[in-house]
């Protein structure tokens, strides 16, 4: 179940030797039928070059040319990560790293909407093959693309420095929605009718996208799913302290701004990847490498401005959105449950949200102390109260962030966005620890909308990936995910209130705000005490060590252990 935070459905199937020759920008490119498909498929197209060596963290570069035809199979490629995780398996991980890759239906129909899907992953893991859009392509209503781009350090790294602005990431995704404006149409896509898409840090992204100004024009409509950008997970509150903690982890011995720089300049990426399983572990969510509030070098920047400044003073394009989160979402964290109980009942402070800020120790226990007790009353945690468990995490890191964001835009006169709640179970369905109570977790709407292999599915669950496709299809080609005919009840968008909202339970109906009393208890605690994310600051050559804050001795004294 763990793997379901970075894996939203896995490739299967095989090519056959019916190809499909594209004309692109660049050069001649050669694709071929899917075997279980009526899908030509495009694999490891090059969309943009990475920077390598000392210049491993700038804004990627433009494409390679070719007059040759380009052989459009290359499945392995991925971007460098920490190499003992399972996502790897039998992939090979490049420097660069940046391809995409196209799902065309056979079809002579031209000028198709087009669904752009960002892989998740925590930023600091995952690849494009990973999220499978063959389903929907076959439907022959649809091109779809996905694809890689840098993480971890190397995608997330913000130093403020001309050489080290941060957002290399971010930047590749964005190479890669003008890739797509420049070449979809040669693959029978309209460029100026694309929907971008994506789960957990790929919703994140999205979301992030949806307020930049570096990609307008670029898309028409998004699909988010368990990720906003104004969650903790979506942005660094303090860039410069999280470089410093990575750096101490990867034998950086030094003190001041200037050997920080060169340190991670001079790092190979073996050396960037080899801390970073840890911190999947960290107790307040701080896995230290996402996207950042960029300094002002010259550059362009990604982001300027925190995303709940930038939402509240409307600086920014309003598009449709299908905007949503599953039921228990924090049913990912079980792989920790066992591990995080006694930490939690020792000191519950240490599982806060990281942007949240307090005048002083005594203050953030006291806010611990009313977390808790909502969340657990007068009891421990412990298996019996496992429920609650799941309950705080899935708030606390995903759905009150989607909630928070949909209010915001809302008062910002986004009137287009369609709320869901997916909530639908069946025998397969994830258990809440030590329980026999089952919710949907982390990513399962994604899941229903995608993935290939259906022969393990209950009936139940068939019907309900028939319907979620539906819905993806008919809000990619419409804008609208209840047109007449729809096998889902009329939708109307949400209100300030965060309702109404669309349940895909095993009964699909429209009700009112999710979990209002656990909302409004969360609008509370961040209208009180929320720390806005700062873009890094460049501290004087003489600034110490000493004041790193980070999260290392709680991760590799007490869960290390367990994970390994």
Request: net charge negative.
């Given at each position: 179940m763990f793997k379901v935070l970075f894996v939203c459905g896995l490739i299967v199937g095989v090519q056959s030797n019916i190809t499909k020759l594209v004309n692109i920008t660049q050069g001649p490119v050669l694709g071929y039928k899917a075997q279980d498909a009526e899908v030509f498929e495009f694999y490891g197209i090059p969309y943009a070059t990475a920077p390598t060596g000392r210049d491993k963290f700038k804004e990627p570069l433009p494409a390679p040319v070719w007059t040759e035809t380009f052989n459009a199979t290359?499945?392995?490629?991925?971007?460098?990560?920490?190499?003992?995780?399972?996502?790897?398996?039998?992939?090979?991980?490049?420097?660069?790293?940046?391809?995409a890759n196209v799902f065309v239906p056979d079809t002579e129909n031209k000028n198709l909407p087009v669904l752009v899907i960002?892989?998740?992953?925590?930023?600091?893991?995952?690849?494009?093959?990973?999220d499978s859009p063959k389903q929907l392509v076959n439907s022959k209503k649809v091109i779809a693309v996905n694809f890689n781009y840098r993480l971890g350090p190397h995608g997330f790294l913000c130093l403020g420095s001309e050489d080290i602005p941060g957002n290399a990431g971010m930047k590749d995704q964005v190479a890669l929605l003008h890739w797509v404006k420049e070449n979809i149409k040669d693959f029978g896509g309209n460029p100026d009718d694309v929907t971008v898409a994506g789960c957990s840090a790929g919703g994140g992204s999205v979301d992030l996208?949806?307020?930049?100004?570096?990609?307008?024009?670029?898309?028409?409509?998004?699909?988010?799913?368990s990720g906003a950008n104004v969650a903790a997970l979506a942005t660094q509150a303090d860039p410069i302290e999280n470089a410093r903690d990575y750096a101490t982890r990867i034998n950086y011995d030094g003190n001041d701004y200037d050997s920080l720089v060169?340190?991670?300049?001079?790092?190979?990426?073996?050396q960037l990847n080899s801390q970073l399983f840890p911190l999947l572990a960290a107790p307040d969510t701080n896995v230290l490498f996402t996207p950042c509030i960029e300094r002002d070098v010259g550059g362009k920047r990604f982001l300027h401005d925190s995303p709940v400044n930038i939402i509240k003073n409307g600086d920014y394009e309003r598009y449709p959105m299908l905007y949503g989160f599953s039921n228990m979402e924090g049913l990912f964290r079980n792989f920790f449950f066992d591990a995080f109980?006694?930490?939690?009942?020792?000191?519950?402070?240490?599982?806060?949200?990281?942007?949240?800020?307090?005048?002083?120790?005594?203050?953030?226990?006291?806010?611990?102390?009313?977390?808790?007790?909502?969340?657990?009353?007068?009891?421990?945690?412990?298996?019996?109260?496992?429920?609650?468990?799941?309950?705080?995490?899935?708030?606390?890191?995903?759905?009150?962030?989607?909630?928070?964001?949909?209010?915001?835009?809302?008062?910002?006169?986004?009137?287009?966005?369609?709320?869901?709640?997916?909530s639908f179970v069946d025998e397969n369905s994830d258990n809440v620890p030590h329980s026999d109570v089952q919710g949907a977790t982390h990513c399962a709407a994604a899941n229903a909308a995608m993935g290939e292999d259906e022969s393990h599915h209950t009936p139940e669950y068939t019907i309900m990936k028939q319907k979620m496709r539906q819905v993806w299809l008919d809000f990619i080609t419409t804008g609208n995910p209840t047109p007449n005919g729809s096998p889902v009840p009329t939708w109307t968008p949400a209100g300030a209130d965060r309702a109404p909202c669309m349940d895909f339970g095993n009964t699909i109906q429209m009700q009112g705000t999710f979990e209002k009393n656990r909302t409004e208890f969360w609008d509370e605690i961040y209208n009180e005490y929320y720390r806005q994310p700062m873009p890094p600051s460049v501290p004087s050559s003489s600034s110490s060590m000493s004041s790193i804050l980070g999260i290392s001795i709680f991760v590799f004294v007490t869960l290390v252990p367990v994970l390994l």
């Amino acid at each position: 179940m763990f793997k379901v935070l970075f894996v939203c459905g896995l490739i299967v199937g095989v090519q056959s030797n019916i190809t499909k020759l594209v004309n692109i920008t660049q050069g001649p490119v050669l694709g071929y039928k899917a075997q279980d498909a009526e899908v030509f498929e495009f694999y490891g197209i090059p969309y943009a070059t990475a920077p390598t060596g000392r210049d491993k963290f700038k804004e990627p570069l433009p494409a390679p040319v070719w007059t040759e035809t380009f052989n459009a199979t290359d499945k392995e490629t991925i971007c460098p990560q920490f190499p003992h995780s399972f996502v790897v398996t039998g992939k090979t991980m490049k420097e660069d790293c940046l391809v995409a890759n196209v799902f065309v239906p056979d079809t002579e129909n031209k000028n198709l909407p087009v669904l752009v899907i960002v892989h998740g992953g925590a930023f600091i893991m995952g690849f494009g093959s990973a999220d499978s859009p063959k389903q929907l392509v076959n439907s022959k209503k649809v091109i779809a693309v996905n694809f890689n781009y840098r993480l971890g350090p190397h995608g997330f790294l913000c130093l403020g420095s001309e050489d080290i602005p941060g957002n290399a990431g971010m930047k590749d995704q964005v190479a890669l929605l003008h890739w797509v404006k420049e070449n979809i149409k040669d693959f029978g896509g309209n460029p100026d009718d694309v929907t971008v898409a994506g789960c957990s840090a790929g919703g994140g992204s999205v979301d992030l996208l949806l307020i930049s100004k570096m990609t307008k024009g670029l898309f028409q409509r998004a699909i988010v799913m368990s990720g906003a950008n104004v969650a903790a997970l979506a942005t660094q509150a303090d860039p410069i302290e999280n470089a410093r903690d990575y750096a101490t982890r990867i034998n950086y011995d030094g003190n001041d701004y200037d050997s920080l720089v060169e340190f991670y300049k001079n790092a190979t990426l073996d050396q960037l990847n080899s801390q970073l399983f840890p911190l999947l572990a960290a107790p307040d969510t701080n896995v230290l490498f996402t996207p950042c509030i960029e300094r002002d070098v010259g550059g362009k920047r990604f982001l300027h401005d925190s995303p709940v400044n930038i939402i509240k003073n409307g600086d920014y394009e309003r598009y449709p959105m299908l905007y949503g989160f599953s039921n228990m979402e924090g049913l990912f964290r079980n792989f920790f449950f066992d591990a995080f109980v006694n930490p939690m009942n020792k000191n519950f402070a240490d599982f806060l949200p990281f942007d949240l800020e307090f005048k002083n120790e005594e203050e953030r226990q006291e806010v611990a102390k009313k977390i808790k007790e909502f969340y657990f009353g007068d009891q421990l945690v412990s298996n019996e109260t496992s429920i609650h468990y799941v309950d705080f995490f899935s708030d606390s890191m995903f759905i009150y962030p989607m909630q928070r964001s949909v209010k915001l835009q809302v008062n910002s006169n986004n009137t287009d966005i369609f709320l869901f709640v997916y909530s639908f179970v069946d025998e397969n369905s994830d258990n809440v620890p030590h329980s026999d109570v089952q919710g949907a977790t982390h990513c399962a709407a994604a899941n229903a909308a995608m993935g290939e292999d259906e022969s393990h599915h209950t009936p139940e669950y068939t019907i309900m990936k028939q319907k979620m496709r539906q819905v993806w299809l008919d809000f990619i080609t419409t804008g609208n995910p209840t047109p007449n005919g729809s096998p889902v009840p009329t939708w109307t968008p949400a209100g300030a209130d965060r309702a109404p909202c669309m349940d895909f339970g095993n009964t699909i109906q429209m009700q009112g705000t999710f979990e209002k009393n656990r909302t409004e208890f969360w609008d509370e605690i961040y209208n009180e005490y929320y720390r806005q994310p700062m873009p890094p600051s460049v501290p004087s050559s003489s600034s110490s060590m000493s004041s790193i804050l980070g999260i290392s001795i709680f991760v590799f004294v007490t869960l290390v252990p367990v994970l390994l």
